[in-house]
């Protein structure tokens, strides 16, 4: 499962929209996050750390690193 993927995962479990995820970063981080730049970003590939941090703390998320070793 990609990044994409997982994030529209999430948005289901949390009954949220993109749109709605977007409004919400922009609320929080105060820079300007529209619903296409927000799918774009998924799309392509280019969603920046920070962008997700913010991401999984309106959802109410944290990201976990586990080994695999």
């Known amino acids: 499962m990609n ?3 997982q994030i529209k995962y999430l948005l289901l479990q949390r009954c ?3 749109t709605k995820l977007a409004e919400e970063m922009t609320k929080v981080s105060g ?3 529209s619903q296409s730049l927000l799918s774009q970003k998924l799309a ?3 969603l920046r750390y920070y962008e997700l941090q913010l ?9 976990n690193f ?3 070793i």
């Open 3 to 5: 990044c994409r993927e």
């Open 16 to 18: 949220m929209t993109l």
């Open 31 to 33: 820079k300007k996050m």
């Open 44 to 46: 392509t590939g280019n």
């Open 55 to 63: 991401i999984c703390k309106i959802l109410g998320f944290k990201i």
């Open 66 to 68: 586990e080994s695999e």
